[in-house]
């Protein structure tokens, strides 16, 4: 996790006013007949400025709001008494209202310094913005604050890079702050991926949690608990139509929400007519092998869309989210990525949504290795070392829907498999797996222990080649 930056006791000054708050900033003054403030506050950054109000905030009020999440009263000797309350906006604090002067406060002053903290909350709305940061940064502090707040794991996954324009960078920022929030106040989720995507023209910003969802089916589609959900849902549906984007909302009750935002930021080539655009992830266990994938499908195959490389992948279960989440049509994965159980995996991957066609990326795969993707659904199995135009070939084959393989791949799948030395008991045993049954299931019909058919599985893993019941199944 990134932890957030620490608050400066200090808030700059900003010179931009807004009339609301100049209203409320001269209120508070009035309150205390002296000097009123209201300040910007971005917790995930660590950044505090002054919105409304002449001068320097006094003492360290506003880091203190934060700390205590609550009013602050300092009548100490020695200086104007100082009153400071939170500007809320669910859990988030997005600002303070402070005031100065006049005092002793009381219980009155404090519940009327709220009221006008709840009107400063319409104009703070839309804290948070870049203010120097790139969007991945941004969104990393930000994460970094829904883990702190909301007892949610966060992750980040970035595709490609490219330049944004400030204007567009900070509209989908705050797009995928509002969506971070109701995961925070609405989902009751556990997890929460975001991924910035950067395509040819496009950025493709994600959001995409495991909480309780809603029916997105229904006549009020944007309709989800709380009326702060159901504005900040408008609020980025309008942030989407003034960037001339596309907002998709897909939730299932029980089944978790995913937000995708996608904005123009700057001239895309045109597509060649009549012909798809084939977008493709690229996975590997090694940077060097995913570089030089990506590098070669890129100025081999302009007609390709996006070609992009995921880093943030150890395991099968990485790997699945990574493509339900990115939605690649063509995912050209490393085979060691896959593990033992290749053939649950690939069948997890199957299953998703929106499945991509895999192509294998192996310098060596053993043949029963090999048969058993193909069989699972595998478009093609190429060596990371391959040149250009085989690699291309494949991954383009690919994104049609057809498998292409070499010639000694074919005549590979064409022998038999490994059947030296295997007994006819064996034999037996090996044709009982490939029906699914257990080893006790295996022991009544033939009339021998559980032990003796577990001795039988071993013998035939080691004799075909096979690394687990489910390899061997493939071959009965």
Known sequence: MVAAAPLSPTPEVTGVEDPLL???????GTLAGGAGWVVRVDEAAGRATVAVGTGSVPGDAVARVL????PVVDDGPGHPPVLAVPVRRGPRIVGACVVAGGGPFSGADVHLAELFADYAVLALADSGALAGRTLEQAVRQELAWVEAHGSVRADLVTVGAGAIPDEVADEVFRMAQEALLNVVVHAGATTVRVG???????LTVLVEDDGRGFDAAAPARLHVAGAGA???????????RRLDGELEIDSTPGRGTRLRVTVPCSAAPAPTPGRARTGVLVAAVRPVVRAGVVRMLQLGEPGLGMVSEVSAVTDAD????????????????EHELLGDDLVAVLEGLAALPDPPAVVLLAQHCADERLRAAIAAGVKGCVDPDADTDRLVAVVAAAGRGETLLADDQLGRLAAPPRTAGITPREHQVRGLVARG???????????????????????LLRKTGTRNRTMLARLG
């Not at 100049?22 to 508070?28: E, K, Q, S, V, W």
């Not at 910035?196 to 496009?202: A, R």
């Not at 019909?445 to 599985?457: C, D, Y």
């Open 437 to 459: 049954l257990t080893d006790r299931q295996i022991a009544r019909i033939l009339a021998i222990s559980a032990k003796t058919v577990e001795k039988h599985v071993g013998s």
């Open 230 to 240: 159901r504005l900040g849902l408008r609020a980025t549906a309008a942030r989407a």
């Open 318 to 333: 990485d790997l699945a989210g990574a493509c339900r989440l990115l939605g690649p049509d063509v995912l050209v994965v």
């Open 22 to 28: 100049r209203r409320i900033a001269d209120h508070l």
């Open 67 to 70: 700390a205590t999440r609550a």
């Open 196 to 202: 910035v995507l950067h395509g040819p023209g496009t």
